[in-house]
């Protein structure tokens, strides 16, 4: 009795040590493809990285700068209620920023005072003497406007009328027409850079230029 008594413990051994080798390894192939969450993430092939960057490199809106600009108005031509654009010569030029006349029209402008605050805030944009040349890239224009000759479309016979043409731009400053303009014109008035007289004076000096 005690050989047959023997002979099964060695063999209910056997078969208990073969089944905990058979759980033991199954559970060691499962951690190995699953990991240790419930649905075997750890299962999905890694994706092999190389040495090209397959990323798009992401792109910022351009800066913009500031500088001058205009857009032409259609003139009413005819009798009432009709309308038609007028030639570009007869077109009345205002820039894109809204706004009306500011204080400075009101006042009595000394040009050579308007040469020095123009030397000093207009010409690294719009040259020496506002010659104008200065590339603007993303504007219909690709320049930055010139001042001296300035565009016929904003002078006058009659001061006042050309100084507030001039004044609507300093004052509430312009986006010029194009996909994606570099330069933009600084409102000097709206945003408080220049006061009231110092524009005055540049208007003054701007006309001078173009008498």
């Known amino acids: 009795m005690a050989n047959v008594d023997d002979l099964r413990k060695i063999t209910y051994g056997v078969l208990i040590g ?7 390894w199954i559970g060691y ?4 493809g699953c990991g240790l969450g419930a649905d075997c993430a750890g299962a999905v092939p890694t994706s092999v990285r190389t040495s090209i960057p397959t990323l798009i490199p992401a792109t910022q809106p351009a800066l913009v700068r500031s500088l001058g600009a205009a857009t032409a108005i259609p003139v009413s031509v005819g009798g009432e209620g009709t309308e038609a ?8 030029v205002r820039p894109t920023n809204p706004g009306g006349p500011g204080p400075a029209i009101d006042l009595s402008g000394d040009a050579a005072a308007g040469k020095l605050v123009f030397e000093l805030n207009c010409q690294i944009c719009h040259s020496v003497a506002g010659r104008g040349g200065n590339p603007n890239p993303g504007s219909t224009e690709a320049t930055i406007p010139a001042l001296n000759p300035i565009d016929p479309r904003l002078k006058s016979a ?5 100084a507030t043409n ?6 509430h400053g312009s986006v010029p027409p194009g996909p994606n303009p570099t330069f933009s014109m600084l409102a000097w008035g709206d945003d408080s850079l220049l006061a009231p007289q110092q524009i005055a004076d540049v208007i003054a000096y701007i006309i001078q230029l173009n008498p």
Do not use: G
């Open 166 to 171: 001039l004044d609507l731009f300093i004052e």
């Open 85 to 92: 654009t007028a030639a570009p010569t007869e077109s009345v």
């Open 18 to 24: 073969f089944v905990l080798m058979l759980a033991i």
């Open 29 to 32: 192939l499962t951690l190995q």
């Open 158 to 162: 009659a001061y006042r009328e050309f």
